[in-house]
Nanobody, 124 residues
């Protein structure tokens, strides 16, 4: 069992930056691929970014490519999402997720564990 706790959300103006963190319990963090998803009110949860286990290869949604950066620190059991150039349409609850696999990183149903989410609000 893996428990995930997100932090770092908040309210910022458009054009600003935030860094989300997600810390996992347990000793096997490095064996999980990690992803960030987001869900805006009335919308489905959508893929944002992911980083694979072992090789740390990354993948991004087109909507955040070039603005967001995902990274991981296995020594700290933590995955980060650096968000720059934020837009009002980035407003959502952001969720961290973990999976044992390393493929289909953009598919939410492939993930085994989820955090509770952290609210990100971007004002125009």
């Amino acid at each position: 069992q893996v428990q995930l706790v997100e932090s770092g959300g908040g309210l910022v103006q458009a054009g600003g930056s935030l860094r989300l963190s997600c810390t996992a319990s347990g000793r096997t963090f490095s064996t999980y691929s990690m992803g960030w998803f987001r869900q805006a009110p009335g919308q489905e949860r959508e893929f944002v970014a992911a980083i694979s286990r072992f090789t740390a290869s990354t993948r991004y949604a087109d909507s955040v490519q070039g603005r967001f950066t995902i990274s991981r620190d296995n020594a700290k059991n933590t995955v980060y999402l650096q968000m720059n150039g934020l837009k009002p349409e980035d407003t959502a609850v952001y969720y961290c997720a973990a999976m044992k696999g390393w493929t289909n990183l953009d598919r939410r149903h492939e993930y085994d564990y989820w955090g509770q989410g952290t609210q990100v609000t971007i004002s125009s």
